[in-house]
């Protein structure tokens, strides 16, 4: 009993630990995951602490369980709007990106640590998957706006890269033991958890969505029965061959993108577990690690942290993204968030409980890896997107909006507003049908409707609406935010109809115009340039004057915006991050350049020598003579 109670008093003392240090870690800035990390190390057996962990198979299984967690959250909080966009370029980073960062990572940890080949290429395989607890934080509540491509293609890939990860590792660990297996069975393992993950994964999404609509169980029910069934189908596919991550991964998306009893209560539900996942997870990390044992192998793991961040992520990530409409800029960011967190660790844990030789060396290794990435990339996403200039513009101020769902099957929410004092509601906007107020309190007092017609500043306005009404509903309760400068970067000078023809558009401004898209619309035109998937922000340059995707809605362009004096933006920060054919043609333009300074700089010095010291070159092998004054 007093056992019991010493685990408990201690486990709920570490939680209670990292969330207050959590608070204080936002207003400074830091990564969350490293602060708990931090907190584990320091209660370890090296710690102030002086808990000695060191259970490999109680980690793993805990770390299993917390990352299985932390998948199924990710996937119900995808929407696959998100997949139209940037399926294909995460799924990329997903695979061939994990297969480059493995191969670049293990010939270096060779060399660097002295392990075997096949030892080699797991670290290589444990640090080759990008963290998904800290992608998705750092991405959705670190206050960083992005364009919605970049921020999908990161989180796509950040969700399904483990998987890969987990293949690799299982089958460098299988061949360390037991040395390669013919190339039919690699291939049918590989297709058996691919396969069969993400088959078993969508039925199970599919199946959990029809039971909780249909069952119709109480309410305090439905996040059981969701956590139970996420867990099932992540333990059934591993034991029937498929990949369990996969799977769960697969099934939150589906069960996400679908009409949902309880979907809110269900999406808080499990935040708030997979919060409790990630800080269990990496606390316990850091019990396990024994940082008396890290001297050994620092600066050889501080060489590979460095090697990952600066080139085998950037390589795997420029090659991966070639064939995508991707500026250089978003491809150096895209290389920079390439956070490593808890499944590194957990995947290092794989070789240990195999019984390999390095298993120690390997997991020290990819921890101090870990420990260089949350700190190195974690601390520095935000200013690296100001820096290459992703960050978009608010259209509007902040909204002060509540949302309460109703029960049963109404296809409608009740939210709850605060009036903006510059808002356009405040100043008199007459309200449209779907946004007119069921219920007004103004301070403190509720106001009958017929005597609230006009808004004040500082009301509270609860009204029923469709959800797919809240964006617009946002801009008439939101403060109107004029555009500054950087903001007519971003979107333009100038407002135009989508409908206009460039025909006219190149009169109006006197602009180069192509017969062939003379009577195309500029929506048509841009829908075109961009493949259907136009998002705001999208710009394309005609004559000397650049078209821009100012308003969407419902995936429709709704205005354009028209930069006169083209910004910047798109100017490359690194220029290796371009296209081969635009870096080809800078390196051509700079050798020339260079060689043309090294000609004007001798001539230079060819006409400030005196006329007696110029020599006439040789000819038909006679000595120059010298020229007198």
């Known amino acids: 009993m007093e056992t019991a109670s010493t685990i408990i008093l201690i486990g709920s003392s570490l939680l209670i630990v990292s969330i207050l240090t959590?608070?204080?870690?936002?207003?400074?800035?830091?990564p969350l995951l490293l602060i708990f990390l931090g907190v584990g190390l320091l209660a370890g057996v090296d710690g102030v602490g002086g808990i000695s962990?060191?259970?490999?198979?109680?980690?793993?299984?805990?770390?299993?369980?917390?990352?299985?967690v932390i998948l199924f959250e990710s996937g119900l909080d995808t929407k696959l709007s998100s997949y139209r966009a940037a399926a294909w370029p995460a799924l990329s980073l997903a695979t061939v990106g994990v297969a480059i960062t493995t191969g670049v990572i293990g010939v270096a940890a060779h060399f660097l640590l002295g392990l075997p080949w096949i030892e080699s290429m797991l670290v290589g395989a444990v640090v080759s998957s990008t963290d998904a607890a800290a992608v998705f934080f750092l991405l959705r509540v670190g206050g960083i706006t992005i364009r919605d491509r970049v921020r999908s293609t990161l989180e796509i890939e950040s969700g399904s890269n483990d998987p890969t990860a987990i293949l690799l590792t299982a089958m460098l660990v299988e061949a360390a033991l037991h040395g390669w297996g013919t190339p039919l069975e690699l291939v049918r393992?590989?297709?058996?958890?691919?396969?069969?993950?993400?088959?078993?994964?969508?039925?199970?999404?599919?199946?959990?969505?029809?039971?909780?609509?249909?069952?119709?169980?109480d309410p305090g029910l439905n996040p059981v029965v969701t956590l139970a069934f996420a867990l099932f189908l992540f333990a059934g596919t591993n034991e029937l061959g498929g990949s369990g991550f996969l799977a769960v991964y697969a099934a939150g998306l589906v069960a996400g993108n679908v009409k949902l009893r309880g979907a809110l209560g269900l999406r808080q539900f499990h935040s708030?577990?997979?919060?409790?996942?990630?800080?269990?997870?990496?606390?316990?990390?850091?019990?396990?690690?024994?940082p008396h044992d890290f001297g050994a192998i620092a600066l050889p793991a501080l060489a590979l942290a460095a090697l990952l961040i600066l080139l085998a992520r950037p390589l795997a990530v420029w090659l991966c993204l070639l064939p995508f409409r991707f500026s250089a800029n978003e491809t150096t960011f895209m290389a920079w968030v390439g956070l490593r967190g808890a499944v590194s660790m957990l995947l290092a844990l794989v070789p240990i409980l195999g019984g390999l030789p390095g298993g120690q060396v390997i997991f020290n290794t990819a921890f101090l890896v870990v420990i260089v990435s949350l700190a190195v990339q974690g601390w520095t996403?935000?200013?690296?997107?100001?820096?290459?200039?992703?960050?978009?513009?608010?259209?509007?101020?902040?909204?002060?909006r509540f949302e309460l769902e109703l029960p049963g099957e109404a296809d409608q929410e009740m939210v709850a507003y605060t009036v903006h004092p510059k808002s356009p509601a405040a100043r008199g906007q007459?309200?449209?049908?779907?946004?007119?107020?069921?219920?007004v309190i103004r301070e403190g007092r509720v106001v009958p409707l017929h005597k609230a017609r006009t808004l004040q500043a500082g009301d509270m306005v609860y009204l029923f609406t469709p959800p797919s009404q809240l964006p617009l509903i946002d801009k008439l309760f939101a403060e109107s935010r004029p555009l500054d400068q950087d903001d007519r970067e971003f979107y333009g000078d100038l407002v135009l109809n989508p409908d206009a023809t460039v025909e006219q558009i190149a009169e109006m401004y006197g602009l180069p115009l192509s017969l062939a898209n003379a009577k195309r619309s500029l929506r048509d035109l841009l829908r075109n340039e961009f493949g259907g998937n136009c998002e705001l922000g999208d710009r394309m340059r005609m004559g000397g004057v650049e078209l821009i995707v100012r308003d969407m809605q419902d995936g429709q362009i709704t205005s354009v915006g028209l930069a006169l004096e083209p910004s910047a933006m798109d100017k490359a920060r690194v220029p290796l991050f371009q296209r081969p054919t635009r870096l080809w043609q800078k390196i051509v333009s700079w050798w020339s350049k260079r060689s043309f300074r090294r000609w004007q700089r001798r001539e230079t010095r060819r006409e400030r020598l005196p006329a007696h010291a110029i020599e006439t070159p040789a000819v038909a092998g006679k000595e120059p003579e010298r020229l007198e004054g």
Do not use: H
Not at 54 to 68: H, K, T, V
Not at 196 to 217: D, E, T, W
Not at 283 to 290: H, K, Q, S, W, Y
């Open 22 to 30: 959590s608070y204080l870690a936002l207003r400074f800035g830091t």
């Open 53 to 68: 962990f060191n259970d490999a198979d109680s980690a793993f299984l805990i770390g299993s369980i917390a990352l299985a």
């Open 189 to 217: 393992f590989l297709l058996m958890q691919i396969v069969g993950g993400a088959v078993l994964g969508i039925a199970g999404g599919a199946g959990l969505a029809a039971f909780i609509n249909k069952a119709r169980l």
């Open 272 to 290: 708030g577990l997979t919060w409790l996942s990630q800080i269990v997870m990496f606390v316990m990390l850091g019990l396990f690690a024994t």
């Open 381 to 400: 996403i935000g200013p690296m997107a100001r820096w290459l200039k992703l960050i978009v513009p608010p259209r509007r101020g902040p909204v002060e």
């Open 430 to 439: 007459r309200m449209p049908r779907f946004a007119r107020p069921s219920l």
